[in-house]
């Protein structure tokens, strides 16, 4: 696919190439363009550990291989330990570096409502697209001794790129409407509203955890009086799921689902059993640290589910709350009495896109 894409790029001739690379940076079949004008890099978390290593130090290592000589490097506010990997990586290589300020920092009557509106992630990577986007409209037909920001980086301590952005309105119009499927998702269908974000390590778990709790309070009390909230979660790969959890907990949610990475059960995979280790792990988070198990509403299967598939899972939770007031019996004690159930659903991009598919539901709300 690569080799195909720059065939294309080449054939027809094209003005500008945003690429991403596919794994780290250094060793990704994408890293073999030799003069880019601008190169970014988002917040790091730990994430493909098999290919980059186990500790911060290690991936930032593996991702500023995208940093070349004459080019303009920028990035957000990271942790120490990656900034200083990223400070010798740019000496090594001389190419510039810079960090991208706070969006809330430019000088912009749209800020206000931005900040309102987003979340702090989203402000985050606005603000550095703005930032790349205004290196390459200022240097890419400029030989390298016209070009701004391409100083060769020195020191220990990343500059700020300067925040005088002469269309700064502009730039943030065009981004303002922009969203991501299965980032950041609302959909809500009759008395189910569906919170998808495909957050899959600690860092954007976070996020995602901050958003839902923001999103699921704003839905309009005097609508539904007994709102509940549940989760329906699953990983994929070798990433680890009880770190996630235990974020996950604090959301309160009345009702934990998990399911294996497949949308169908005649679908041929090994991953079969997850959805148990993942019930058994978030039930070991409600035990006392003596082994006992706590008498909460997590000791009970009736409010942790556990589905070989994820549409059994959608299928199940849409089955409870059409029926909810006709009396039916089957009906999960943690839904009786419900009149809006909030579902969140994260974990894996993989889960996200399949509900989106069995839900057939591509658009989304603000």
């Given at each position: 696919m690569t080799v195909m894409a720059f065939y294309i790029f080449l054939k027809e001739n094209i003005d500008v190439v945003v690429l991403e690379v596919g794994i780290g940076g250094e060793n990704d079949c994408t890293n073999i363009i030799r003069n880019p004008i601008?190169?970014?890099i988002t917040h790091l978390d730990i994430d493909h550990i098999d290919y980059l290593g186990d500790t911060l130090e290690k991936i930032a290592w593996h991702k500023a291989g995208i940093f070349k000589r004459g080019a303009?490097?920028?990035?957000?506010?990271?942790q120490d330990v990656a900034l200083k990997v990223f400070c010798e990586r740019a000496n090594n290589k001389m190419c510039s570096l810079y960090l991208a300020p706070q969006l809330q920092n430019y000088s912009t009557s749209k800020n206000c409502q931005i900040l309102e509106e987003r979340e702090d992630c989203e402000l985050e990577n606005m603000s550095l697209a703005i930032q790349l986007a205004r290196v390459w409209i200022q240097n890419h037909n400029k030989v390298a001794s016209e070009r701004k920001w391409v100083n060769p980086f020195e020191g220990e301590e990343i500059p700020e790129i300067d925040k005088d952005v002469a269309d700064i309105e502009d730039s943030i119009t065009i981004l303002e409407p922009l969203k991501l499927p299965a980032r950041l998702q609302i959909f809500t269908e009759g008395n189910i509203t569906y919170y998808m974000d495909g957050a899959h390590t600690n860092g954007s778990m976070e996020c995602c955890c901050t958003w839902f709790k923001k999103k699921s309070q704003q839905w309009p009390r005097d609508q539904d009086s007994n709102i509940r909230k549940a989760l329906l979660f699953t990983v994929s790969g070798k990433r680890k799921a009880k770190a996630m959890m235990k974020i996950l907990k604090k959301c309160h949610f009345d009702l934990a689902m998990f399911a294996s990475n497949r949308l169908h059960v005649d679908d041929q995979t090994d991953e079969a059993g997850q959805y148990n280790d993942l019930v058994m792990t978030w039930m070991s988070l409600f035990e006392k640290e003596t082994g006992e198990t706590k008498k909460t509403k997590f000791t009970s299967y009736d409010t942790v589910k556990g589905f070989s598939c994820i549409s059994n899972a959608l299928e199940w939770c849409q089955l409870n709350m059409a029926n909810i007031h006709n009396g039916n019996p089957f009906v999960t004690s943690a839904l009786k009495g419900a009149t809006h159930l909030q579902v969140l659903?994260?974990?894996?991009?993989?889960?996200?896109?399949?509900?989106?598919?069995?839900?057939?539901?591509?658009?989304?709300?603000?």
């Open positions: 601008a190169c970014g303009t490097a920028i990035t957000v506010l990271q659903i994260t974990g894996s991009l993989y889960l996200v896109s399949h509900v989106l598919k069995s839900l057939k539901q591509v658009n989304y709300d603000d």
